[in-house]
């Protein structure tokens, strides 16, 4: 994601940023013209679903920081039932409602203009339980240690209060950011580098259902 743009921000297609998989595949997504977003990038996309592809048919979704909503859409693309994206950026939000629209997921989508650091509140009202939460933050948050460690306990207590047993925290973060291997309420049980970008896979470690997620990787395996 990026800063908010100014009301008149032009939208275009952007043709190296498409549906990977599913009932939707190959259509491109809108974004806006000038700004800097930073989508995550295709071998990501396709890693990270290639993973939790099985998860996904059925599942209810919480794409944080979601921008455009790459990672959403292709999440309702392959088969998850609902999806809620939480992304404050004027400019952001407007490509992500008419990637939505465009797409045909209206009845499957909840879109929320809210800030992370302030949405327990909103996703309490909404009453649903999430399977998977995806997370796309400014790099600068996840940099910083004072924000970082704060955005951390937000992403704890969204999974604790709102996750299924088994739910799963998928974030995208830099080289150089601040990612704790475990905390209070959420452990990492997978971390891959694609480059410049990194994904790091986390489960509830204090409730016991990271040993489920654990297990089930090393079924994969064997």
Known sequence: ??????????????????????????????????????????????????????????????????????????????????CVFVENSFGALKALRQNIETLGFDPQATVLSKDVFQIEKHLEELGRAFDIIFAAPPYPLIENPGTAAELFEVFGRVAERFGTENVTLNLQNSPISQIPKKTNTLERFDHRGYGNAELSRFGLGATGSLNSIKTGLQDEET
């Open 1 to 82: 994601m990026g800063p908010s743009l100014r009301p008149g921000a032009v939208m275009k297609l952007n043709t190296n940023m498409r549906i990977i998989a599913g009932s939707v595949k190959g259509r491109s997504l809108v974004c806006l013209a000038g700004e800097e977003v930073r989508p995550t990038p295709e071998r990501m996309r396709q890693a990270m679903f290639n993973v939790i592809g099985p998860e996904l048919p059925g599942a209810n979704i919480l794409d944080l920081f979601s921008g455009t909503g790459s990672l959403g859409l292709e999440a309702l693309s392959r088969g998850a039932e609902h």
